[in-house]
């Protein structure tokens, strides 16, 4: 039989069925409308999520913009405020440039173009990267790579992946602390590990950090200038490259993400 379901294009034949099919189909259908209800109720949340998280930037700047503006706004208080006006436009615009990455990955439409990339000197680039904001923390870093250790990466989205969990390492550590990136292989993979001894991520959170906009302890990262998407942009790209990324963490120990290719 042949069903039209909508006005014009949509068609489907359907082949004759028995009781017990129609049964099956039945239940096929109940399942299918729970699984729309799921991703609609999904997108809802994320649409709140990027709506809220665009605004309190915005909210910040609108109003000491206002304030900055004033007559009688002293010089002092007006450079302090142009100063978090500035901070919050950084933070924006970094928002908006990973919610930008974060659409493309949905709809497939960026490329991964891998090389086999020598390991040693790519950490080493990273790691020169990131020295000064370590050093601002008075922090440490120590990398346990051997010379002749390849992978087939791609260098420019991979330096991301690294950069992030460097920079959550950072976030989330006190001064005097170290970072350890070990990269070495095991049964024919290569593991790349980021080491911190910082504040941890407490048990039940483990589970929802590689979330969109999830973050452990909202007004702190926010201060931090988390975005809450690090860690999912981290995992969308390592699985593009058909690795795993595990996490171990104990609260006040330290975290350790383990990166295998
Ligand atoms: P954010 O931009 O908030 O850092 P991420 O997606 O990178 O977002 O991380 C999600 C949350 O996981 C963070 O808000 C933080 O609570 C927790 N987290 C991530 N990395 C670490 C870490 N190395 N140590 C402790 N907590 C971490």
């Given amino acids: ?4 379901i909508s006005k014009g294009e949509l068609s489907v034949s359907l082949p004759k069925l028995g009781k017990d099919e129609i049964g099956d189909l039945g239940e096929a259908i ?14 809802n949340e994320f649409l709140a999520s990027i709506s809220h998280e665009l605004r309190t930037p ?10 900055a503006r ?19 436009s950084v ?3 970094k928002l908006i440039k990973e919610l930008f990455n974060l659409a493309k990955m949905d709809e497939n439409s960026f490329s991964i173009e891998k090389e086999n990339v020598h390991l040693l000197p790519f950490f080493q680039a990273i790691i020169e990267k990131v020295a000064p904001a370590l ?5 440490s870093l120590v990398l346990e790579c051997a010379e002749n250790l390849y992978a087939p990466i791609d260098p420019v989205r991979f330096e991301q992946v690294i950069i992030n969990l460097l920079e959550n390492a950072r976030k989330y550590s006190e001064p005097n602390t170290n970072i350890t990136v070990s990269v070495f292989e095991s049964e024919g993979k290569i593991h790349m590990k980021v080491q911190d001894e910082g504040k941890g991520i407490p048990t039940e959170d483990l589970p929802r950090i590689f979330e969109r906009f999830y973050r452990v302890d909202k007004s702190r990262t926010r201060s931090l200038g988390g975005s809450g998407l690090g860690l999912s942009i981290v995992k969308q790209l390592v699985e593009a490259h058909g690795g795993t990324i595990e996490v171990i963490s104990s609260p006040n120990v330290g975290t350790i993400f383990d990166i295998i290719i």
Wanted: hydrophobic letters at 30%; glycine letters at 2%.
């Fill in 1 to 4: 039989a042949t069903k039209r």
């Fill in 135 to 139: 050093k601002e923390n008075e922090m």
């Fill in 58 to 67: 915005l909210t910040y700047i609108k109003g000491y913009a206002d304030i």
């Fill in 30 to 43: 109940k399942v299918l409308a729970n699984d729309l209800e799921i991703l609609k109720n999904e997108r």
């Fill in 70 to 88: 004033r007559e009688d706004t002293i010089k002092e208080d007006k450079d302090k405020y142009l100063e978090i006006i500035h901070e919050e």
């Fill in 91 to 93: 933070k924006l615009s």
